[in-house]
């Protein structure tokens, strides 16, 4: 595992702490996005589903789904590069299903694939991007950010995959969007790449409270960096919650072992806990008071003479949660992120 | 347009494809000169081994008009051929290399970048038909070839940059081909059909009303005896060069981009 590298300016990937520091951007006062009853059908497949959702200035809202679910197709849509069967899209206050170009100079993207001019140099390549966005200066200076340094003058054919997508994101920055829209920043980077784009959007958002809109299947992403996750299923937003209230969705349990599990089941019974069989062995507990207080379990255990010999709180994470609410028949096609646990069952608890 | 005129010719010159283009132009303006030198005396060069025995030599003459007709032909036939290449190029790298994407949502607006990419197309198409002409006036004064009248030679070389024109306006439809089969290997075939479908209906005798065909019409391909197209003809290659353009812009802006 490679140690994570030092963030940008004192930011931090901490969720919590990057509810803190996501801001609106001054005089900013309509959403940056505005979908409403979007609808995209290619023949009989309904790729996208009616969905609506809004996501204010500074906010990080992931979107999450599964491989198929509508993500890229919503992000198309929002980049003006599929038309909408129905419903309308509004970006930075331009009507893009209107046909208005004038919100592109203030957007970044990554679409899918991070991809370059093979024959040009990393310099070239983002000097492209700097003519036809009509930027002033040179690129030096997103060279030197992005770390591209060293590659500046290589031709983009001989890049790493990790390079590459650096580049791509160079290419999305260099303009300091007001909103960034990435589908699947990390897709194919390693675990050091994956800490690296993190944690340079951790800091581009820290210092310029810039608008996120990403998708990923790499759930361990999604719980890291976003404010607030929309779930995408079958092209429908199935979900929304903020990243902040997430854990009043999170199902907990409170696990035991004990070296009698009967005689500890007619113990906790005894005190007003409803415990239950766990799968192979051991007690579960749900009840708000023993998720609360674990310590007076383990006391009241104790007195009743079959100690515990294991006891821990369990809490679903962001993969349990997503695969309890799309349905556990999903679960074969779910990739969980680099670094990532397999998800427990979802019927535990 | 400026910007996105700058950002294809910084592809076109990072690209070998120049090169290659300018080689096969040299190599037909080098071959159509040997043919030249085997036509002012067919016995010398069937002493040096450039021609068989049972070679039956017709329809050219080994002098100024007869060499520039001839890279006339040369350029209306190979031009689709290579021209062709170009615009595929110009357009179907961008979903080759997965870099479409990345010009679609940009203050350039799309009808900016189709509009430079054919106008490097047009650029490009010019300097290999300057090329030809140039190497042609060389090769033909190496060769020390009869019959020079300024006259002449300028209506020669004014045939061989009309050909050069009318077979560039016959491609704009293959970058439509090369953008909505979102890559080289479709338009190629198209391109392929083109050339296969012209030559039959040229032979047919339909070729004055076949845009593909005009071009060779035009040229002389068919020999002293046949008609140049009429208006209608050119007018044909004209329509068909505005349409593929005009249809790639719209296909750019209007299409599901899904890749």
């Given amino acids: 595992m490679h140690p994570e590298p030092p963030l940008p300016d004192g930011a931090s990937a901490d969720p919590a702490a990057m509810a803190v520091i996501a801001h609106p951007r001054r005089g900013e006062t309509s959403p940056a996005i505005e979908i409403t009853r979007l609808s995209k059908r290619f023949g009989d497949v309904r790729a996208v589903d009616d969905v609506t959702l809004r996501v204010p200035a500074g906010q990080i809202y992931a979107l999450l789904g599964l491989n198929g679910a509508g993500k890229t197709t919503l992000i198309r849509m929002l980049l003006g590069m599929i038309t909408s069967t129905a419903g309308t899209v509004r970006v930075l206050g331009a009507d893009v299903t209107g046909g208005d170009r004038s919100a592109w100079a203030r957007v970044g993207y990554l679409v899918e694939t991070a991809a370059a001019y093979p024959e040009l140099t990393v310099r070239e390549n983002l000097e492209v991007v700097r003519r036809l966005r009509r930027l002033p200066g040179d690129v030096g200076d997103i060279i030197d950010r992005l770390a591209l340094a060293p590659y500046a003058e290589r031709r983009a054919r001989t890049l790493s995959l990790g390079n590459l997508q650096r580049l791509a994101l160079a290419r999305a920055l260099l303009h300091a969007p007001d909103l960034l829209i990435l589908d699947e920043p990390v897709n194919g980077l390693d675990p050091a790449g994956v800490a690296e784009i993190r944690a340079l959007l951790a800091g581009l958002i820290h210092r310029h409270g810039t608008t996120v809109l990403l998708s990923s299947h790499l759930l361990a992403e999604v719980d890291r960096l976003a404010t607030r996750i929309g779930i995408l299923h079958h092209g429908r937003l199935v979900g929304e919650h903020d990243a902040d209230q997430f854990d009043r969705h999170r199902r907990r349990h409170l696990r035991l072992a004990t070296r009698d599990d009967h005689a500890a089941r007619t113990v906790l019974i005894a005190h007003g806990y409803h415990p239950q069989s766990a799968t192979p062995a051991g007690l579960l507990l749900t009840d708000p008071r023993a998720l609360a207080a674990p310590e007076q379990v383990a006391t009241v255990l104790v007195h009743g003479g079959v100690p515990p010999t294991d006891l821990h709180l369990h809490e679903e994470d962001l993969e349990a949660f997503f695969l309890r609410t799309v349905g556990p028949s999903e679960q074969v096609t779910l990739t969980a992120g680099p670094g990532t646990q397999p998800a427990e069952g979802t019927g535990d608890a | ?259």
């Fill in chain 2, 1 to 259: 347009m400026r910007e996105a005129l700058w950002a294809e010719l910084l592809k076109v010159r990072r690209s070998r494809l120049p090169w290659i283009t300018a080689l096969a132009f040299t190599v037909a303006a080098l071959v159509c000169g040997m043919f030249m030198f085997i036509l002012a005396d067919p016995a010398r060069a069937r002493a040096l081994g450039l021609l068989g025995g049972k070679a039956q030599l017709s329809g050219a003459s080994a002098d100024w008009p007869g060499y520039l007709a001839l890279l006339a032909q040369a350029v209306a036939v190979g031009g689709l051929g290579v021209y062709g290449l170009i615009a595929i190029w110009l357009f179907g790298r961008e979903f080759s290399d997965h870099t479409a994407t990345d010009l679609l949502a940009l203050p350039t607006s799309r009808t900016a970048v189709v509009a430079a990419k054919f106008t490097v197309a047009a650029l490009w198409a010019l300097a290999l038909a300057v090329l030809l002409a140039g190497l042609g006036l060389l090769i033909g004064a190496l060769l020390g070839l009869p019959a020079w009248s300024t006259p002449a030679v300028l209506n020669g070389l004014a045939r061989i940059l009309g050909a050069a024109a009318l077979a560039a306006l016959t491609t704009t439809p293959l970058a439509l081909a090369a953008s909505a089969g979102r890559g080289y290997l479709a338009a190629v075939g198209v391109l392929f059909g083109v050339i296969f479908v012209s030559q039959i209906i040229a032979a047919l005798g339909y070729g004055s009303v076949f845009p593909w065909s005009i071009p060779g019409l035009y040229a002389g391909i068919a020999g002293a005896g046949q008609d140049p197209p009429g208006p209608l003809g050119l007018l044909l290659v004209v329509i068909t060069g505005a349409a593929g353009a005009v249809s790639t812009a719209v296909w750019w802006n209007r299409a599901d981009h899904t890749r």
